[in-house]
């Protein structure tokens, strides 16, 4: 219970970490946030008696405070999910990331699975038939796929199957006119805008997942629990998926959840290729438009996502390979 006790305690220690750190970065980047904002609502035309008011209903911050008591604002702010207000959109921010999140959460979870369960049967298979011609021909194109950059293949697919041959839309993630409902017609169009950036992150990760899922095959196969499952007499198809695949997984389990996290960052260029309305998109168009509140938020939600993938990778890992135990995960 210690163990559990000191992750989960962890967890609003490394948020206010987070964004103590988003707090800072963003002040020190160049004219400092509130000179910019100024300018901005100047050029709109808000009267200059009026432009501290206007910053301080955008950002949940008075700029006239010492800097310790805009700190203290901003964390009231973010402990009652109070982002201020987006400028360039004129929402507040926590509608923009509640609208923009599930489509990459979706892109995300859709792409990391299948990456995960096709490189994993690849990797299987050579592992099984290491030296044979289709484990030579599978890691020469495994080597390629980690070689080349999601993002080229994003940009191939968008120029061939898109822009060439009007297979696939270049733009939004439904087609216009659609509403959302639990429609046949809404499925196929959330599925028809996402194929290319979903089969983009998809390619881009095959390659690293097969090579450790043939490392990790090949180092199970050369246990003695496989040899006493061969001199048993057990068929190859069992020994394959009961001892082999079971045992090589585990050790790629903490890295799947990760990566989920990692790639939440990597959107941020694929949604920008295809104009995909995810966390990506709203945060490119956020620095494009000097919208400090926007990307203030779009930088926590993405950080807080991996803290609690490392928090969900941590805690699961014993329940998922009971050789581990808490114990024993914790020092790692």
């Excluded at 299948?114 to 990797?123: C, N, Q, S």
């Excluded at 998926?241 to 939440?264: D, E, H, Q, S």
Aim: aromatic share 12%; net charge neutral.
């Amino acid at each position: 219970m210690n163990y559990y006790l000191r992750r989960t305690l962890r967890i609003p220690l490394t948020v206010l970490a987070v964004a103590t750190l988003t707090f800072g970065l963003i002040r020190l980047l160049p004219g400092g946030p509130f000179t910019q904002l100024r300018i901005q609502l100047i050029r709109q035309g808000v009267p200059v008696e009026q432009v501290n008011a206007r910053i301080e209903a955008l950002q949940n911050i008075r700029p006239d405070a010492p800097l310790w008591q805009q700190y203290l604002d901003y964390l009231v702010g973010v402990a009652q999910l109070n982002l201020g207000q987006s400028i360039s959109l004129n929402q507040p921010v926590m509608e923009v990331l509640a609208r923009a999140i599930p489509w990459t959460i979706f892109l995300v979870v859709t792409s990391t699975v299948l990456m995960f369960v096709i490189g994993v049967l690849i990797g299987a298979v050579q592992a099984y038939w290491e030296g044979s011609a289709f484990d030579q021909m599978a890691s020469g194109g495994s080597i390629f796929l980690m070689a080349v950059p999601y993002y080229i293949f994003a940009v191939v697919f968008l120029f061939f199957l898109a822009f060439q041959f009007n297979l696939f839309p270049t733009g939004n993630a439904v087609d216009r006119g659609v509403e959302a409902s639990l429609s046949v017609e809404y499925f196929a169009s959330v599925l028809h805008h996402a194929a290319l950036p979903i089969l983009s992150f998809t390619i881009g990760g095959i390659g690293s997942t097969a090579l450790n899922m043939r490392g990790n095959g090949i180092q199970v196969l050369g246990e003695e629990y496989v040899e006493v499952a061969r001199l048993r007499g057990l068929s190859d198809s069992r020994i394959a998926t009961r001892y082999v695949a079971k045992n090589a997984i585990l050790p790629m389990y903490t890295g799947l959840l990760l990566l989920i996290g990692f790639r939440l960052g990597g959107t941020v260029v694929l949604e920008q290729i295809f104009s995909y309305p995810g966390l990506g998109y709203y945060l490119i168009a956020a620095v494009n438009a000097n919208d400090y509140p926007l990307m203030m938020g779009c930088f926590l939600v993405i950080t807080v996502t991996l803290v609690v993938a490392v928090y969900v990778a941590d805690l699961t890992y014993g329940l998922i390979d009971p050789r581990i135990s808490a114990g024993d995960s914790d020092g790692y």
